[in-house]
């Protein structure tokens, strides 16, 4: 979501690949996108149109589909409020927010910045930076 935020972090200069969120209604930028960095096949799109609130499984069918190395997607939020480290989210979602490994898989499921409601209650807001390597 909010593409004027990241278009606003590209006019200073910020290089930034986005995609169209379910907030993001009058914008031209594309859903999906599956643009290759390092060698690195990426799948990035906002979680919405995969269902990503109930369940996982459509959205790594669909980068695998894309023929994808990593899938890049938001809309989980990992919660925007907590009482004591409980969420209610945490009844959909085991992984709620952290690292999660499955065989050769990884997921990493941010908490994010924020919601249509700008404001958390025993969230921490986060970014996740994720720094792609060639392997040798």
Same mark, same amino acid.
């Given at each position: 979501?909010?593409?004027?935020? @990241? ?9 930034? /690949?986005? *995609? @169209?969120? +379910? ?11 599956? $643009?290759?960095?390092?060698? *690195?096949?990426?799948? %990035? ?37 907590? *009482?004591? =480290?409980? /969420? $209610?989210?945490?009844? +959909? ?9 499955? =065989?050769?898989?990884?997921? +990493?499921?941010? /908490?994010?910045?924020? =919601?249509?409601? $700008? %404001?958390?209650? =025993?969230?921490?807001?986060?970014? *996740?930076?994720? /720094? ?5």
């Amino acid at each position: 979501d909010c593409v004027p935020d @990241a278009k606003a972090l590209q006019k200073h200069g910020i290089p930034i /690949t986005l *995609v @169209a969120g +379910n907030c993001d209604w009058d914008s031209s930028e594309p859903t999906i996108l599956t $643009p290759t960095f390092e060698g *690195v096949k990426i799948y %990035m799109t906002h979680g919405h149109l995969h269902s990503v609130k109930i369940q996982y499984q459509k959205i790594v069918y669909a980068a695998l589909e894309a023929g994808a190395d990593l899938a890049l997607f938001g809309h989980t939020h990992g919660g925007q409020f907590a *009482v004591f =480290g409980w /969420t $209610p989210a945490s009844y +959909n979602f085991p992984e709620l927010s952290g690292m999660y490994y499955e =065989g050769d898989r990884t997921l +990493n499921v941010s /908490t994010g910045l924020g =919601g249509v409601i $700008p %404001m958390r209650l =025993g969230v921490t807001p986060e970014i *996740v930076v994720i /720094t792609l390597r060639l392997r040798k």
